[in-house]
């Protein structure tokens, strides 16, 4: 936790933060030499609320040629945008020179940068006005566009004219959501209406940018509030499946939402891991695909998760997610109705096809669902759930084989033993797999291999 010291400057008292001693060894090095100096934007916004910042942004009124004489080591990162990052023991702290700029072309980065001297043109080109505060022990907090009053009163607001920041970079409209579902925050009006009006530009974003703001919007404290994302249009662009869910109604016993809001609610229940909030944000969309009703006006989804698990691929691999998210949120996505028996041999099993690696994920996935759903099937799912967790428990403490990796043969013991390789080794293998998640006693090479050479013999005599 980072130390604050808030303190009513009107009343000749001030705002302290106190700073990481290699950050105040650069803001001292650049005040001992005359120049300007101050921390800026996210690292202040979070000091407001004890959090330690991810980073530790400063600008400066010099120029990135003047930062560069006064430190030893210097790396350019983002030099034509004013940006060096000064190096200090291994550590990196961005120092960018005071800047307006210029036009912007791509809705990303302005045709020109324009170096200046003036703190206040610099804070008037960020977003919002939470991130446009500036802070130095000499001076205090520097506050121009009341962000410290908008935080009190919890809203996103814009610095200017909210037509004018999406124009620069539609992305901000993403990261208005992120940051109110991040801070319980409420959207100012003026800003909801432009996103509102504004919200096709994100198809001009590039894939990797919309993912990274996606992710931190769902692992947010409030995952739920991706439903401002759909309220202002963003996911009518960035995900059209989430619109079709929001208005798949679920007239079922077992429901209380529409999918979507179902969805929603789901993401308050799982913890705030990538993988599973992306689950539990895909689990059911393939519902609309197989919603059907019977005679009694009972709505049905059967089949719906692997078309869920399809449609979360799609999306993931158009946003760019790495293969290993993907692997992992697709098979959690496509089981994620499993219920098995209450038996060791129906949790091996389950298990086996889930991926052993993956079962925990899948009880919390599971426990999200179930706690998302009408309250009158709670209390006994989670009671279920709860039995099949002890089964599972007890199955990892014993060591119970669960793949074909834990068995004690593999395919090449197979081959010394005369078979011939191919189709008929993972065949066996199988079928030995399956006798020992019945039989967890079985997992012994002496009993596979005399297992191995019956069934060898047995498909021999069939052929």
């Known amino acids: 936790m980072i130390e604050l010291i808030l303190k009513d400057s009107q009343k000749g008292k001030r705002m302290y933060i106190r700073l990481p001693e290699k950050v105040e060894r ?51 990162t983002g030099i034509q945008h004013g940006t060096v990052t000064v190096m200090m023991e291994k550590e990196g702290f961005e120092v960018t020179t005071y800047r307006v700029d210029g036009e912007y072309e791509d809705m990303r980065h302005p045709k020109n940068v324009y170096f200046t001297k003036n703190l206040e043109e610099d804070l008037q080109r ?24 908008d935080m009190k009163e919890k809203v996103i607001r814009c610095v200017g004219s909210p037509r004018e920041r999406f124009s620069e970079d539609a992305l901000r409209m993403l990261r208005a959501v992120r940051f109110a579902a991040r801070l319980g925050f409420s959207l100012e009006e003026e800003l909801r209406e432009t996103i509102l009006e504004m919200a096709g530009n994100l198809r001009l974003i590039s894939k990797e940018r919309i993912q990274t703001e996606l992710v931190k919007l769902l692992t947010s404290q409030h995952p739920d509030w991706f439903r401002l994302a759909y309220e202002t249009g963003i996911t009518g662009v960035i995900m059209p499946e989430f619109d079709r869910i929001m208005e798949q109604r679920q007239n079922n016993p077992h429901h209380a939402y529409t999918t979507g809001e179902h969805t929603l609610e789901a993401l308050k229940h799982v913890p705030a891991d990538k993988a599973l909030r992306l689950t539990m944000l895909f689990h059911d969309m393939g519902k609309p695909e197989v919603f059907t009703t019977d005679e009694k006006g009972i709505d049905h989804f059967k089949g719906h998760a692997a078309h869920s698990a399809v449609i ?11 293969l290993d998210t993907i692997r992992k949120v697709t098979r959690l996505v496509k089981n994620h109705s499993l219920y098995p028996q209450l038996s060791g041999k129906s949790v091996r099993q389950c298990a086996c096809q889930i ?18 759903q009408h309250p009158s099937v709670i209390g006994d799912k989670v009671i279920y ?21 834990e068995l004690k ?3 090449k013991d197979l081959i010394l033993e005369g078979m011939k390789p191919g189709p008929q080794v993972g065949g066996i293998l199988d079928a030995l797999l399956g006798e020992v998640l019945e039989f967890p006693e079985k997992n012994n090479r002496e009993f596979l291999l005399e297992r191995a050479a019956r069934l060898r013999e047995q498909l021999a005599s069939e052929e």
């Open 26 to 76: 650069i803001l001292d090095v650049l005040h001992g030499q005359g120049y300007e100096a101050y921390i800026v934007g996210g690292c202040v916004r979070d000091a407001f609320y004890g959090w330690e910042p991810q980073d530790w942004d400063i600008t400066t009124s010099a120029s990135p040629a003047q930062v560069k004489e006064l430190f030893p080591k210097t790396i350019d």
């Open 126 to 149: 960020r977003d919002f006005t939470i991130n446009a505060m500036a802070y130095a022990p000499e001076s205090g907090l520097i506050d121009l566009f009341g962000g410290r009053k």
């Open 312 to 322: 979360a691929e799609k999306i993931l691999r158009e946003l760019k997610f790495d």
């Open 355 to 372: 991926g052993p690696e993956l079962f925990d994920d899948f009880l919390k996935v599971k426990r999200a669902d179930i706690l998302a």
């Open 385 to 405: 759930l709860e039995q099949v967790e002890r089964i599972w428990r007890d199955i990892q403490m014993k060591g119970d084989c669960l793949s074909l990796k």
């Open 409 to 411: 043969i593999t395919g």
